[in-house]
Every structure is written in structure tokens, then in C-alpha cells.
Nanobody, 126 residues
Framework: QERLVESGGGLMQTGGSATLSCVGSGGSFTTVPMAWFRQAPGKEREFVAGINWSGRRINYADSVKGRFTISRDNAKSTVYLSMSSLKPEDTAIYFC???????????????????WGQGAQVTVSS
């Protein structure tokens, strides 16, 4: 059974850094686009960053561009989100997502992703 598990969340200070990891198992996650989304209290889940299967194509939401970096290690079936210059508005539950179509391009909408992790809480104190 396909499964994504995030780790690395927690309480951070404004201006701090942290890295989230997402490990995939039970499926061919090495050949599909993957992404990070986040959902703040009372808000819709939003796209944060996406990466294609090879890691050569990457896209970011404007709100995190220049501060967050998405990467993947297919040998470990792992996707990372490195976050720096954290702001209180980055506070959210961060979800890892994987598409189902092999070798597809990055997608930006929640419904385009089939597999989801359970989420990792990131709280940035001011």
C-alpha cells in the first residue's frame, strides 16, 4: 500500500530554518511528480512547491520563493522541503503529495495529487 510519511516539523522562531522530509513507500514514487502543500487554520490547502520526477523542474508559490527549496533523492524515495527565513505566516500543517502519473510535469492543484502524507505541523513564533 502506498504511503507517504512526513517528518521534521515543530516550533521555530521567526527567521529560523528547518527541513521537512517525506518518505514514500509501497509505490513507485521515484517516477512521479511530488509536491508540498500547506494548510493554515481556517484556510484552504495551498501549493507550496513542486518537483518533477527527475528533480530538474521545480516550481514555488510566490510566498515562499527565495526562502524555501524543494529537492528529492529518488534513491531514498524521499522529498525534502528546506525552509529558511521563516515567518509567522508560514505556520501551517505541511503535507507531502505524490501524483499517480509517471514522468508527468509539476501540478499545482490539490485534486491532481493522489497520495498524501498525514501532515507535519510547522509553527513559527514571532
Amino acid at each position: 500500500q502506498e504511503r507517504l510519511v512526513e517528518s521534521g516539523g515543530g516550533l521555530m522562531q521567526t527567521g529560523g530554518s528547518a527541513t521537512l522530509s517525506c518518505v514514500g513507500s509501497g509505490g513507485s514514487f521515484t517516477t512521479v511528480p511530488m509536491a508540498w502543500f500547506r494548510q493554515a487554520p481556517g484556510k484552504e490547502r495551498e501549493f507550496v512547491a513542486g518537483i518533477n520526477w527527475s528533480g530538474r523542474r521545480i516550481n514555488y508559490a510566490d510566498s515562499v520563493k527565495g526562502r524555501f527549496t524543494i529537492s528529492r533523492d529518488n534513491a531514498k524515495s524521499t522529498v525534502y522541503l528546506s525552509m529558511s527565513s521563516l515567518k509567522p505566516e508560514d505556520t501551517a500543517i505541511y503535507f507531502c503529495a505524490a501524483a499517480k502519473t509517471a514522468y508527468g510535469d509539476i501540478m499545482f492543484y490539490r485534486h491532481e495529487y493522489t497520495y498524501w502524507g498525514q501532515g507535519a505541523q510547522v509553527t513559527v513564533s514571532s
